[in-house]
Structures are given as structure tokens and as C-alpha cells.
């Protein structure tokens, strides 16, 4: 069975530094993969996904995530983070064979001034 | 915002009553979802539906059961509240499934069973 890891349940950080969350998944088949961001009492939104193609996607607000098929990864990465960056990441995997999205257990980044 | 309502947005229930949650969309997409999302666990799949009377259980189904009698429309019961179903319920919709696409979630529903 697929599954998410998400290594970092909190990531502190300041205004303007760059920021890494990271993610890794387990799944013997292709995958597709997609980056979501909660804000306070909010449901979830899309930040950026990959399907194919280039490794380096490139998401909204500035951020982007690199595909590593050999480390199973797909970390999410800002270089200069803004104190609206504050809020909870969800890394979440689709594998091809199966109509199941299954998410990681979330990275709270809190951006302090 | 994706054309989800999810209903109630607020619940408070006593261990044992039957609850029932609502989600319904104006998009006609075929997949939906039922989650549950508690601190450190993050969001965890109850049941899904790939169409009508179609549903299959998520790795967190036991206590919960599901119905889509229409496109737009996906219920889920807690058939007995218990207190271990505290928690806030997102909804999501997805065009397709396996092709990869992105899922739309609801404002969630935030259960409290006393």
C-alpha cells in the first residue's frame, strides 16, 4: 500500500529565510503527486502537483517541489518565505492503479517576523 | 472556490445519537471523498464514492458509512457517535481518479460528540 511521510511536524522559521518541507513516499507503482496549504480554520487548496514530465514544478505564492523518483521524494521548497506563508502543509499521493488520494500527516510552518 | 458545500459547518452530538454529514457539489464530478482530520494524523480517507451507489472504504471506515444516491450529493453517518469522532470532516471532489487529478475540498464540518 502507498503512503506519505511528512519528516517535519513543525517547521519555525524567519521572515525572508528559505524554507524546505519535506515529503517522501512509498509506492511500488507510478504516482502522482500534489502539494496542498491550510490556512487557519480553512479547508485545503492546491499549491502545486506532479504528474509528469520536468521534475521541478513550479506552484503558486512561490513555491515549487522537486520530483526524486531514485529517493521517492518530493520536497517542497520557497526561498523567501512572508509571514502569510503561515500555515499547514499537506503532501498528498495519488498512485495510478488505485482512485485513492492519501495524505501525510502535515508540516505546520510558523514565519516569524 | 470549486462549487462544494459541506453541512453542517458546526455539530454537537451526544456518544450514541446517530450523526449524519453532508456533502454536496455543483461541479458533476464523479469521485468524492470523505476525510477526517485530527492533530498529528493529519487527513485520514473514511469512504469515497467513483459514482453513484459506488463507494469503497478509506483506511479509517470502521463506524462510518456512506451513500450517494445522486452525482451531486455524498452523506456520511456515524451511526453512533462516539467520542473518538471528534474531529473536523472535509469533503472533496475529484474529476478523475487514476489520471491524477487534483482533488477540491469543502470548508469541512466540525463535529464535537460529548
Known amino acids: 500500500a502507498q503512503s506519505v511521510t511528512q519528516l517535519d511536524s513543525q517547521v519555525p522559521v524567519f521572515e525572508e529565510a528559505p524554507v524546505e518541507l519535506r515529503c517522501n513516499y512509498s509506492?511500488?507503482?507510478?504516482?502522482?503527486l500534489f502539494w496542498y496549504v491550510q490556512y487557519p480554520n480553512q479547508g485545503l487548496q492546491l499549491l502545486l502537483k506532479?504528474?509528469?514530465?520536468?521534475?521541478l514544478v513550479k506552484g503558486i505564492n512561490g513555491f515549487e517541489a522537486e520530483f526524486n523518483k531514485s529517493q521517492t521524494s518530493f520536497h517542497l521548497r520557497k526561498p523567501s518565505v512572508h509571514i502569510s506563508d503561515t500555515a499547514e502543509y499537506f503532501c498528498?499521493?495519488?498512485?495510478?492503479?488505485?482512485?485513492?488520494?492519501?495524505f501525510g500527516t502535515g508540516t505546520r510552518l510558523q514565519v516569524f517576523p | 472556490d470549486a462549487g462544494i458545500t459541506q453541512s453542517p459547518r458546526h455539530k454537537v452530538t451526544e456518544t450514541g445519537t446517530p450523526v449524519t454529514l453532508r456533502c454536496h457539489q455543483t461541479?458533476?464530478?464523479?469521485?468524492m471523498y470523505w476525510y477526517r482530520q485530527d492533530p498529528g494524523h493529519g487527513l485520514r480517507l473514511i469512504h469515497y464514492?467513483?459514482?453513484?451507489?459506488?463507494?469503497d472504504k478509506g483506511e479509517v471506515s470502521d463506524g462510518y458509512s456512506v451513500s450517494r444516491s445522486k452525482t451531486e450529493d455524498f452523506l456520511l453517518t456515524l451511526e453512533s457517535a462516539t467520542s473518538s469522532q471528534t474531529s473536523v470532516y472535509f469533503c472533496?471532489?475529484?474529476?478523475?481518479?487514476?489520471?491524477?487529478?487534483?482533488?477540491?475540498f469543502g470548508q469541512g464540518t466540525r463535529l464535537t460528540v460529548v
Open positions: 506532479y504528474l509528469s514530465g520536468s521534475t
Open positions: 472533496a471532489i475529484r474529476d478523475r481518479g487514476r489520471e491524477g487529478t487534483e482533488a477540491f
Open positions: 509506492s511500488s507503482v507510478s504516482v502522482y
Open positions: 464514492s467513483y459514482g453513484v451507489k459506488d463507494t
Open positions: 498528498a499521493v495519488s498512485v495510478s492503479n488505485t482512485d485513492k488520494l492519501i
Open positions: 461541479e458533476n464530478h464523479r469521485y
